[in-house]
């Protein structure tokens, strides 16, 4: 199994106006490996793993694009109800704090 992220972008509403939040956010996360997202703050660690999961309310989430794929599916594509099957249980966050 294999979690590829490939161009995300990711865009809030501030003021009525579009606010690029991710700009081309690309990696590809292999079966086994682990992932370690360090980063300023501020810089998009969380926005990232928020995106991935789809986790962000709307609004400020105006729209997200690029492609997501967990088992040959995008997830940005998936009905929630799927999406809250797999966050927990086959890919997971662990928070700082």
């Not at 991710?22 to 660690?45: A, M, P």
């Not at 997501?68 to 997971?92: D, F, H, T």
Request: proline share 4%.
């Amino acid at each position: 199994m294999t979690l590829e992220v490939k161009q995300l972008h990711v865009y809030f509403t501030s003021k009525g106006e579009p606010l690029h939040i991710l700009d081309g956010v690309s990696f590809k996360l292999n079966q086994g490996e682990t992932l370690g997202i360090v980063g300023e703050s501020g810089c998009g660690k969380s926005m990232t793993v928020l995106s991935i999961m789809r986790l962000i309310s709307k609004p400020p989430l105006q729209k997200v694009t690029g492609m997501i794929s967990w088992k040959g599916q995008n997830l940005l594509e998936m009905p929630l109800k799927a999406m809250r099957k797999i966050r927990g249980n086959e890919i997971s966050m662990i928070f700082q704090e």
